[in-house]
């Protein structure tokens, strides 16, 4: 809660020395926003490629077998669905321009990534041509580029190699190092949120200084929706359409699952929540404990469906603030990018909001946008949250039906 003020009162000071409308204290201010956009560009290879690495790398020690293939499948499904609501949403509800200068000049940042990762029929490239620049001809370049689809592929590659490697020293050294890494990496990006408010001045006062208040709350306001929105229909709609469709009853499964649900509202950590969603899923819900005990740790790891429709929807508003066409091949594109950042997205501090912020550093977006994001993260982080929670309880429920169903055959 402290935080959360803080960050609050952080953006209202930004905005405040932003109307000033002080010649060098606009310039100060820019200055410290750029300072901390060269950081969270710093972070944000090293954030998406060890994140997305060391998760699917733990995939070998988790186990295999048809069991394991079912919690994938289900967590795959009900994240790019999320995804997808956020999609329809987002073009449906279509947010509004923030009527800033500084947001104008990022078009010169998107003209010039030469990756072709937004938008596959820029530069009249076709899909071939697109499809080609996402593979990588050396390791070196994705890195330099900052191609995350090329990234994206690398670590998902060794990552899901390394869950296959035969147990050994090597392994395990190789496993450790890129652990290692990013406990360091960890501690660099907690330095940073720590001061972060200086940055939320920075932007907000950045982006006051230009901007029509009216149009802003419009906008943000609909961005708004579209993220709530697309929880709500996830946890209300999608979600229980899949129990259905398993032959269980929505109703019943979140009324035993509540107290999960409700503790993650709170607590706004999955992690945190993981002991009472195992012993509610095997008391009230009645899974047997090896399902539970298998599916909720792998779940609690990957399954993120409020961070993909989060990633998806934040990603597309911002890069729509540096000018950019959203259109439907960008659309599907980034659902593609959201669902596999947000299963590799376990454990890193701050959860969707900096892996998001990271993404759009990295291709050169205007993140001056996210610093009027960050207060209202704290509500969606809430929802997301127990979102996730929900949605880990449905993918263990299906699971152990799909298993009584195998051994009663």
Not at 94 to 121: C, R
Not at 123 to 151: C, M, Q, R, W
Not at 236 to 243: E, S
Not at 347 to 360: H, I, K, N, Q, R
């Amino acid at each position: 809660m402290k935080i959360t003020l803080l960050w609050i009162g952080a953006l209202v000071v930004g905005a405040v020395l932003g109307l000033l409308g002080l010649g060098w204290l606009n310039e100060v201010m820019n200055f410290v926003a750029t300072v901390y956009t060269r950081l969270f560009q710093l972070l944000a290879v090293p954030t998406i490629v060890l994140a997305v690495i060391t998760t699917f790398a733990t995939f070998g020690s988790k186990g295999s077998g048809r069991i394991f293939g079912r919690t994938l499948t289900y967590t795959l499904l009900t994240t790019f669905a999320a995804a997808a609501v956020g999609a329809v949403l987002y073009v449906l509800i279509a947010p509004g321009n923030l009527p800033i200068d500084t947001v104008v000049e990022a078009n010169s940042k998107f003209a010039s990534q030469e990756s072709g990762i937004l938008n596959p029929l820029q530069h009249e490239t076709t899909y071939a041509d697109h499809i080609i620049s996402v593979i990588p001809n050396n390791i070196v370049k994705p890195f330099l580029e900052g191609n995350v689809l090329s990234l994206l592929l690398l670590a998902f590659a060794i990552g899901f190699g390394l869950s296959k490697l035969p147990e050994s020293e090597n392994k395990a050294v190789v496993v450790k190092f890129l652990l290692g890494l990013q406990e360091l990496l960890f501690l660099l990006i907690r330095g940073l949120i720590w001061t972060l408010p200086l940055g939320i001045v920075a932007f907000s006062a950045q982006l006051s200084a230009q901007v029509s208040a009216g149009v802003v709350a419009d906008s943000i306001g609909k961005y708004v929706l579209v993220v709530l929105g697309g929880n709500v229909i996830q946890f209300f709609v999608v979600l229980p359409l899949f129990l259905l469709s398993r032959g269980l009853n929505p109703i019943r499964v979140l009324s035993k699952m509540m107290p999960a649900v409700l503790m993650a509202l709170f607590t706004k950590s999955s992690a945190a929540t993981l002991p009472v969603t195992m012993n509610t899923a095997e008391d009230r819900l009645g899974i047997r404990s090896k399902i539970a005990r298998f599916v909720l740790p792998i779940c609690t790891t990957i399954n993120m469906n409020g961070c993909a429709a989060f990633i998806l929807v934040t990603s597309l508003f911002v890069m729509q603030q540096g000018g950019m066409p959203i259109t439907w091949d960008t659309i599907l594109m980034w659902i593609l990018i959201s669902v596999i950042s947000a299963v590799g997205n376990a454990g890193v501090p701050m959860g969707c909001y900096f892996l998001t912020l990271s993404l759009m550093s990295g291709i050169g977006a205007p993140v001056a946008v996210l610093g009027i994001i960050l207060p209202i993260y704290t509500i969606i982080d809430m929802v997301e949250t127990a979102e996730n929670v929900w949605s880990d309880s449905c993918v263990a429920a299906m699971v152990d039906k799909d298993s009584l169903k195998q051994r009663s055959i």
